[in-house]
């Protein structure tokens, strides 16, 4: 739980390298949380349409509404809450892509670069793949441009 929480503790830090796991696991802690507050959302909706019958008398009208009543307050409330995460954890997710990208001693710039390419088709797709390689790949063994190594290596200066 450690390294899922150090990209909060580390806010709005862009300064220094990020290892894998740090990343990763607070990857898998945003998958979880979003998950928990968009699921009454999913089901608010597959029950929203389960009880909209298109031959209901009143036509169209009386089926939207009915769906509008079965979609409730407590949608209102998780998509709230899930906006709310979303804001929260917006900077600190920019934060540690950059200091993952470096560990790879790679600007934190190519990070808009991959954002602006993920949007022409095709390439997209394929920048999307290549950020999905960086984020997997090992960073730098010991110290780079950007701070040194997260890991804690041995520095090859102590021995000389």
């Known amino acids: 739980m450690h ?11 862009f300064a220094g390298r990020s290892r894998r796991m740090e990343y990763w696991s607070f990857a898998l802690l945003n998958l979880v949380v979003i ?24 036509g169209d009208e009386a089926v939207a509404e009915a ?21 929260a954890v917006l900077i600190p997710s920019i934060a540690v892509v950059v200091r993952r990208l470096h ?3 790679m600007s934190g710039w190519w990070y808009p670069g991959f954002l602006v390419a993920s949007f022409i088709p095709f390439i997209g797709f394929l920048a999307s793949i290549a950020f999905l390689v ?15 190594d997260p890991k804690g290596g041995v520095d090859p200066e102590t021995f000389t």
């Open 35 to 58: 998950t928990v507050l968009i699921a009454p959302v999913f089901f608010a909706m597959v029950s929203a349409l389960a009880v909209a019958d298109p031959n209901m008398p009143g």
């Open 3 to 13: 390294w899922a929480l150090l990209p909060l503790k580390r806010y709005a830090d």
């Open 67 to 87: 769906m509008m009543a079965s979609f409730g307050i407590g949608t209102t409330i998780a998509s709230l809450l899930f906006s709310l995460y979303f804001l």
């Open 134 to 148: 960086l984020m997997f790949l090992p960073g730098t063994p010991g110290p780079n441009r950007f701070g040194p």
């Open 103 to 105: 560990d790879r001693d």
